[in-house]
């Protein structure tokens, strides 16, 4: 088993993710996974990084994918001993004008960002190792959706103690509601990507008190971040910031000093904690 640090990356393969593996290999003193759902792509992305001088791995990781978490589990397990950073970073999102039924866009966006992300939590969670560091890539749609929120789901999704459980029953309902067609009458903002990225906000949170109370002496640091409005084939080219610009919250709070205290179950933009 391999004492070198570890840190791995999802959806690294492009975009912001594959920004915030050039930051790693360049910063983190260890080992540096890119993961992507298609090898070809993931092993293309690896070599463009060697071509710039630097050294990351390749494993596959499709966070749709149980079996797909669970071999990148037992390979971290087994190869490492557990995880020193992890950042959740795979996500999509439907183009504005994109003609898919609402309700498609709704199933598919929460299976992917808020179901997704949670399964590797579940997975994952459990080998980081003392002094780690979790990072969920929210947005700051999040913020504005929940603005958008009945003043009913406002309450529960700023809850202090909501459960997981919890969330996800009401991550459920979004969907289901939009299949119905009711999501609006029910109090639900118009987008699902929003929606989705609401409930990685939240469940950011509610892992951070759990981590509080079953590992507090670990010293483990968890937030959800915004990297900012990103030039990427997710937001289109008319966005402000690079991805390089857009991995330098996630990549920071990835590399928070061994000594931090926080921030800890915050969200975050430009490396400044944010109210929720």
Same mark, same amino acid.
């Given at each position: 088993?391999?004492?070198t640090?570890?840190?791995?990356?999802?959806?690294?393969?492009?975009?912001?993710?594959?920004?915030i593996?050039?930051?790693l290999?360049?910063?983190?003193q260890?080992?540096?996974y890119l993961?992507?759902?298609?090898?070809?792509?993931?092993?293309?992305?690896?070599?463009?990084?060697?071509e710039e001088?630097?050294?990351p791995?390749f494993?596959?990781?499709?966070?749709d994918?149980?079996?797909?978490?669970?071999?990148?589990?037992?390979?971290?397990?087994?190869?490492?001993?557990?995880?020193?950073v992890?950042?959740?970073?795979?996500?999509?999102?439907?183009?504005?004008?994109?003609?898919?039924?609402?309700?498609?866009?709704?199933?598919?966006?929460?299976?992917?960002?808020?179901?997704?992300?949670?399964?590797?939590?579940?997975e994952?969670?459990p080998?980081?190792?003392?002094?780690?560091?979790?990072?969920?890539?929210?947005?700051?749609v999040s913020?504005?959706?929940l603005?958008?929120?009945?003043k009913?789901?406002?309450?529960?999704?700023?809850?202090?103690?909501?459960t997981?459980?919890?969330?996800?029953?009401?991550?459920?309902k979004?969907?289901?509601d939009?299949k119905k067609n009711?999501?609006?009458k029910?109090?639900?903002?118009?987008t699902a990507?929003?929606v989705?990225?609401?409930?990685v906000?939240?469940?950011?949170?509610?892992?951070a008190?759990?981590?509080?109370?079953?590992?507090? %002496? !670990?010293?483990?640091?968890?937030?959800?971040?915004?990297?900012?409005? /990103? *030039? $990427?084939?997710?937001?289109?080219?008319?966005a402000?910031?690079?991805?390089?610009?857009?991995?330098?919250?996630?990549?920071?709070l990835?590399?928070l000093?061994?000594? %931090? !205290?926080?921030p800890?179950?915050?969200?975050?933009?430009?490396?400044? /904690? *944010? $109210?929720?």
């Amino acid at each position: 088993m391999s004492s070198t640090p570890v840190a791995v990356v999802t959806g690294g393969n492009k975009g912001i993710g594959f920004a915030i593996v050039r930051a790693l290999c360049k910063q983190f003193q260890g080992d540096v996974y890119l993961t992507a759902r298609d090898p070809g792509n993931g092993q293309a992305a690896v070599a463009k990084l060697q071509e710039e001088g630097l050294h990351p791995f390749f494993h596959q990781l499709d966070i749709d994918d149980m079996q797909s978490i669970r071999t990148l589990r037992d390979f971290l397990k087994e190869k490492y001993g557990g995880v020193n950073v992890l950042v959740n970073n795979a996500g999509i999102a439907f183009k504005v004008l994109d003609t898919t039924p609402f309700a498609v866009q709704a199933e598919v966006t929460l299976k992917t960002n808020f179901f997704g992300t949670r399964n590797v939590c579940t997975e994952l969670l459990p080998l980081v190792k003392p002094y780690g560091k979790v990072v969920n890539v929210s947005s700051f749609v999040s913020i504005s959706s929940l603005a958008k929120c009945s003043k009913e789901l406002q309450q529960k999704f700023c809850s202090d103690t909501i459960t997981e459980e919890e969330l996800v029953k009401l991550m459920t309902k979004f969907v289901e509601d939009a299949k119905k067609n009711t999501h609006e009458k029910e109090g639900w903002p118009n987008t699902a990507y929003g929606v989705s990225k609401i409930g990685v906000t939240v469940l950011s949170r509610i892992q951070a008190r759990m981590i509080n109370e079953k590992r507090k %002496s !670990d010293h483990i640091l968890l937030n959800a971040c915004c990297p900012g409005w /990103v *030039r $990427t084939d997710m937001a289109g080219p008319k966005a402000p910031k690079s991805p390089d610009e857009g991995a330098q919250t996630p990549v920071y709070l990835a590399l928070l000093p061994a000594d %931090s !205290d926080g921030p800890h179950g915050q969200f975050v933009s430009d490396k400044t /904690v *944010r $109210t929720w």
